[in-house]
Structure formats: structure tokens, C-alpha cells
């Protein structure tokens, strides 16, 4: 039985706390949303902390944790590693989760339950002729349009993302490139900062846009949880507030 978990992932702590086992959590890292005995960063894990613990299972995601999940792995650590790309697989990692951490019903039921929650948003969003373009950005120095499952969660809001393709990485973009597609929203949700960022950043940058800014908490966008899918729904609310 798995009964003592570290995450060093928020995605991982906020998905283990959706399938109801945040109990079985011992340890995060100082970016996870979870009132838990720290084991540092999330590039920066302190590995003693971590044994005196003594984890069944340890969480990883991102291709950025590779090398601590490698490392974790040298050290005889079971270890859960995710890195999706696309909307589909962010669910996917629920399940798989859920497995590794031996709940498997729960994982079911939680991926079933955001299955219903987006087929509920779709069936309120605009239809294609209607959609508008939405520039999504997660980082401001330089500018970068979201990447990822991001592209998937707009199409899921109701909205036309021309920025990126679905699945590749967060791209640097220019402000030429971004007023030629004309947007008809600007979200910005930069990571690492909640939802304290100005919606007057992209003025201050000498960026005009006729667009409708909108300042969202980054983990609703860029972290590969549930989350994810409140932060559609908020899209979807946003985007077209007379169908919400």
C-alpha cells in the first residue's frame, strides 16, 4: 500500500489532493499548494530531507525534472514522472497516477468527472464560425505564447489559438506577430505569479493591442492538473460571458 507520498510537483500535489489521498502526502516542494513539511524546490529538492521521510512513492513531471527523477530512481525511489503535452494527456496522468499511488477507482472517477465538466463547456461555447483569437502568455521577459495543452485548453474555452501549435513548447513572440493576428482577448498568466500581474503589462511594454485583457492565476493554465480544467471554464466564462 502506498501510504507516504512526496511530491515535487505541484500538478502532482493538486492532482493527489482531487483524488482525496492529500493525507498520504508528507512532503512537497515550497511551490506546492499544500500545508505539508517542504523538501525545497522544484528544480532544488533537498534529497536528505527526502529519505528522512521515507516515501513510498515520489512525484515528478516535466521534462525539467528529468534529471531529479533519474536521480531519485539511482537512489532506489519509486517514481511517478509525467510530461504531457496535450489536454488529453494531462487527464491520462490522472489515471496513471491514481494507479501508481493505488487508487485506481478514484482516478477514474476524477478524469470522468473533468470529462463532463468539458462536455458541459462545449456544449455552451461559441460555435466555430464565432470564436475569437486569444493570445496566451505565461512569460514576459522575453514574451512567450503558452504552449503545451494551453493551445487545447482555448479551442476547449471556445477560442482560436494562432500562436502555437497544440503540444509543442511556449515560443517566444513578437509584438508585430501577435498584432497581426489581431486578438480579440489577451490572457496573461505568468508563471510563478499567481494572479499578481498588471492587465496594464502589455501597455507598459508599448504594446497596443484592441484586445480585452485578462489576468488569470497562472495554475490554472500551466499546471498540468485539475486546475486545468477550472481555468477552462473561467476561459470559456470569459470569452463568452453571455453564454456562461
Not at 64 to 88: A, C, G, N
Not at 193 to 215: I, N
Amino acid at each position: 500500500m502506498v501510504s507516504r507520498i512526496v511530491s515535487l510537483a505541484p500538478s502532482a500535489t493538486a492532482t493527489l489532493s482531487a483524488l482525496g489521498i492529500a493525507d498520504r502526502v508528507v512532503g512537497v516542494t515550497a511551490h506546492c499548494d499544500l500545508d505539508r513539511p517542504t523538501v525545497g524546490g522544484w528544480l532544488n529538492p533537498d534529497y536528505e530531507t527526502i529519505a528522512e521521510l521515507s516515501p513510498d512513492l515520489v512525484c515528478t513531471s516535466d521534462g525539467l525534472q528529468r534529471e531529479i527523477r533519474d536521480e531519485l530512481r539511482e537512489r532506489d525511489y519509486r517514481v511517478h514522472h509525467h510530461e504531457p503535452s496535450r489536454l488529453d494527456e494531462v487527464l491520462a496522468g490522472f489515471k496513471s497516477l491514481a494507479a501508481a499511488a493505488g487508487v485506481d477507482d478514484a482516478g477514474e472517477e476524477l478524469v470522468a468527472d473533468c470529462r463532463q465538466r468539458l462536455d458541459a463547456v462545449a456544449e455552451r461555447i461559441a460555435s466555430d464560425d464565432d470564436r475569437p483569437v486569444v493570445y496566451c502568455e505565461e512569460w514576459s521577459d522575453p514574451p512567450m505564447a503558452a504552449g503545451n495543452w494551453v493551445p487545447d485548453a482555448v479551442e476547449a474555452a471556445g477560442g482560436r489559438y494562432p500562436f502555437v501549435d497544440p503540444g509543442d513548447r511556449s515560443q517566444e513572440v513578437d509584438h508585430g506577430a501577435v498584432v497581426d493576428t489581431d486578438p480579440d482577448h489577451a490572457v496573461l498568466h505568468i508563471c510563478g505569479t499567481g494572479d499578481d500581474v498588471s492587465a496594464d503589462r502589455f501597455a507598459d511594454r508599448g504594446w497596443s493591442l484592441d484586445a480585452e485583457v485578462h489576468v488569470v492565476d497562472d495554475s490554472l493554465l500551466n499546471q498540468p492538473s485539475p486546475k486545468l480544467i477550472d481555468g477552462i471554464e473561467l476561459l470559456a466564462a470569459r470569452l463568452s460571458p453571455e453564454r456562461s
